[in-house]
C-alpha cells in the first residue's frame, strides 16, 4: 500500500455543482473529449426519458449537463437522486448520430483569415484547407448564440492560439478556428477567432419545424466549394432549403 495519498480527480465520478438556486450542473471531466461527451448524451437521454416533474430544460456542454429546475416542485435533493439512479442504471441510448457534409467556402472574402492562418502556421493556404476540409468534426454544444455550433476535432497541427484582443465583426455562417477548436457561427459578430471560411448552411433558422439543424454528438465534414457555389446555395438557403447533406428529412 502506498504511503502517499493519491489525489487525482476521479473522472469516473460526476460532481454536482449548483449554478444559482434552480440548475444543477453534473459535471462529467474537463476536456474535450468523445467518451465524456458520450456520458454527458447518455444522462441526458436518460432524464428526457424519464422526464421528472420540475425539469424545465436540459443543456448538454462538452463536458456536463445543466439541469434547469424548478425548486418550488423539485427539491435539489431530490433531483440529485433521480440523476444518481440514472447513472446506476444500464446507459440509455442516446439518439443516433447523424452525419452531416456541410459545404464551406474556402475563398477570399469568405475565408477571410486564412492567409494570416496560414502564415502563423508557416503553411500555404492551399494546405490549411485541406487539413480543415479532410476532418471530420463533432458537434458537442451550442452556445453563445443561438445556433452557434462548437467542434472538436480540429487537426493538431493546424490549430491556432484565439486571437489577442477580438476582430471586427464577420458575416454570418463564419467557420471560425481557435484554441484547439472549430465552431460555426450563425449572426454577424466580433469574434476572437480566426474566420476559415464561410457556409452558405442555416444552422439557425427560426422559422423551421426544428430550427436547430444538428443535434449534440452529431459528426460534419466540410466539403469545400467555390464562390460561386457559394452564392448558389447561399440562394437555395435563404429559400428555407437545407443545403448541407446529411439524414433523410
Excluded at 212 to 221: A, K, R, S, V, Y
Amino acid at each position: 500500500m502506498s504511503g502517499t495519498e493519491d489525489n487525482t480527480p476521479d473522472d469516473t465520478v460526476p460532481r454536482f455543482l449548483d449554478a444559482g438556486e434552480a440548475a444543477l450542473v453534473v459535471e462529467f471531466g474537463s476536456d474535450v473529449d468523445p467518451g465524456i461527451s458520450a456520458r454527458v448524451l447518455a444522462l441526458d437521454a436518460a432524464l428526457s426519458d424519464r422526464a421528472p416533474d420540475g425539469i424545465r430544460e436540459l443543456v448538454p456542454t462538452y463536458r456536463s449537463l445543466m439541469i434547469h429546475y424548478d425548486p418550488l416542485r423539485l427539491s435539489r435533493d431530490a433531483l440529485a437522486g433521480q440523476v444518481m439512479e440514472c447513472l446506476a442504471a444500464p446507459a440509455a441510448k442516446a439518439a443516433s448520430p447523424a452525419h452531416w457534409t456541410v459545404p464551406c467556402c474556402y475563398d477570399p472574402p469568405c475565408g477571410e483569415d486564412a492567409k494570416e492562418i496560414a502564415s502563423l502556421l508557416g503553411i500555404a493556404a492551399d494546405s490549411l484547407v485541406e487539413r480543415h476540409a479532410a476532418a471530420t468534426y463533432r458537434a458537442y454544444m451550442y452556445g453563445f448564440a443561438p445556433g452557434y455550433t462548437y467542434l472538436g476535432g480540429l487537426p493538431p497541427e493546424i490549430a491556432v492560439p484565439r486571437r489577442p484582443s477580438p476582430r471586427g465583426s464577420h458575416a454570418p455562417g463564419a467557420v471560425l478556428i481557435g484554441g484547439g477548436l472549430c465552431s460555426i457561427s450563425t449572426f454577424a459578430m466580433p469574434t476572437g477567432w480566426y474566420v476559415i471560411g464561410r457556409t452558405p448552411e442555416r444552422l439557425y433558422a427560426p422559422e423551421r419545424e426544428k430550427p436547430f439543424l444538428l443535434e449534440p454528438g452529431d459528426t460534419i465534414t466540410f466539403e469545400p466549394v467555390d464562390a460561386a457555389a457559394f452564392e448558389a446555395l447561399s440562394r437555395r438557403a435563404a429559400s428555407g432549403e437545407v443545403v448541407a447533406r446529411g439524414p433523410a428529412r
